[in-house]
């Protein structure tokens, strides 16, 4: 399996990473107030279940066979469990956090995928979903990142995660040939793929 690192560098839109991860860099340099832990673990917390149903959505994706019709060249189930493989290694790194401050710790156990699943009728509804699960995280983190954590490490995290859920969905949009995938004022232009 391809190393993440390795998957940003060689993908033809790898820059945007990059350039998010910069842009992201600039707001974890000083905040207002004093450090509010308690209220970012919460935070790190709703993200936590977030990555835990996600993990789980693509797990039914993959186990259903519904990625198996998608042509050969887009490499759908590749890059499903790729990006799963993203999502399991951020809940981690939740873990992670969660333990060092002897917080319990959140798991796939008990979580049910996403209930759009269930209208997904072909692999292109499939990766439509997956399009719009990764955007909506990438929105989560930029907006808690940007508006509401204060505690630098926190925020730093966040700012790692961000850019890696905004190049997921840039890389549907490319698989399913919705172009341009990457244009000025991302958030505010950034179009989802629609059923055909």
Request: with cysteine.
């Amino acid at each position: 399996m391809i190393s993440r690192r390795k998957f940003i560098k060689t993908a033809g839109w790898g820059a945007l990473p990059v350039l998010a991860t910069l842009n992201a860099c600039e707001t974890v340099t000083g905040h207002a107030g004093e450090d509010d832990w308690r209220a970012d673990y919460n935070i790190m917390g709703d993200a936590a279940r977030f990555e835990a149903g996600t993990i789980v959505t693509y797990q039914s994706m993959l186990d259903s066979g519904i990625l198996s019709d998608a042509p050969p060249p887009l490499l759908a189930e590749m890059n499903a469990r790729l990006f799963k493989s993203h999502h399991d290694e951020h809940l981690a790194a939740f873990n992670q956090a969660f333990a060092a401050k002897g917080l319990e710790t959140v798991d796939t156990g008990g979580v049910t995928a996403d209930p759009r699943l269930d209208d997904a009728g072909n692999w292109r509804d499939a990766l439509i979903l997956a399009l719009n699960m990764e955007f909506e995280a990438a929105q989560f983190y930029f907006s808690r990142m940007t508006d509401q954590l204060t505690t630098t490490s926190v925020r730093k995290l966040f700012a790692n995660i961000f850019p890696i859920e905004m190049s997921h969905a840039v890389a549907f949009k490319f698989i399913l040939g919705e172009q341009p995938a990457i244009n000025a004022g991302l958030f505010e232009k950034f179009s989802i793929a629609v059923k055909l």
